[in-house]
């Protein structure tokens, strides 16, 4: 049994933009061997998260991301709007530990609104899936890489390259954010890229990336 949803009228920099996508679940397209539960915390974040979201679009054609949760930590502006308009799981007033209980898949793919990943990560997080059971992290793109003295004075985020997990071993963490997941945990990288949020957006949700 497939679920339908559709991408419509998602804001980007004050900018509506239409994207129309099938989302295929249950296995469809021969994929039920790793099905993603993407999640992502988000706190005023529309215009970042509309990003993402379209990012995910070729996933969940293909049937790799089984669904989208958006664990809301009490924003202001039209997030909600984004999220229901993009079929997503909507948890309001949630912590990422709600959002992965929830999950139903075996594996939790866990993002920061505005990251946004490139042409290639389905192969890599299939791949990885295939012959590994530890957490992972993406590669990131050539614009996304900072000189080493703006890494050092920036401070690290620990999800800014996003983190696939099985959702029994952030279960077994326990912590109620996903930066304390992504801290707690040792990663492999994996051969895909990810283009970064911006650092502002985690903070304040309308920067542009």
């Known amino acids: 049994m497939m679920k339908l949803f559709l991408f419509v009228r ?47 679009v070729g996933g969940a054609v293909e049937g790799v991301v089984r669904e989208v949760i958006v664990c809301d930590r009490g924003s202001s502006d039209r997030t909600h709007t984004v999220a229901d308009h993009a079929g997503c799981s909507y948890l309001a007033g949630a912590d990422a530990l709600s959002g992965i209980r929830q999950a139903r898949s075996e594996w939790i793919l866990i993002l920061e609104p505005g990251a946004r990943l490139l042409e290639g990560w389905m192969d890599a997080v299939l791949s990885h899936a295939e012959v590994a059971a530890g957490a992972a992290r993406f590669t990131r793109a050539r614009q996304s890489r900072q000189p080493f003295l703006a890494r050092i004075f920036s401070g690290r985020r620990p999800l800014a390259d996003g983190l696939m997990i099985t959702k029994r071993q952030a279960l077994s963490l326990a912590r109620t954010d996903g930066s304390a997941i992504a801290r707690a945990v040792a990663a492999r990288r994996l051969p895909a890229e990810i283009v970064v949020a911006s650092p502002a957006a985690p903070a304040g949700g309308r920067a542009a990336t």
């Open 10 to 56: 998602m804001e980007q920099s004050k900018n509506f933009f239409c994207c129309s996508a099938t989302l295929a679940l249950a296995g469809a397209f021969g994929y039920a061997g790793c099905m993603l539960s993407v999640l992502i915390e988000t706190r005023n974040h529309e215009d970042a998260l509309a990003r993402t979201l379209a990012s995910l």
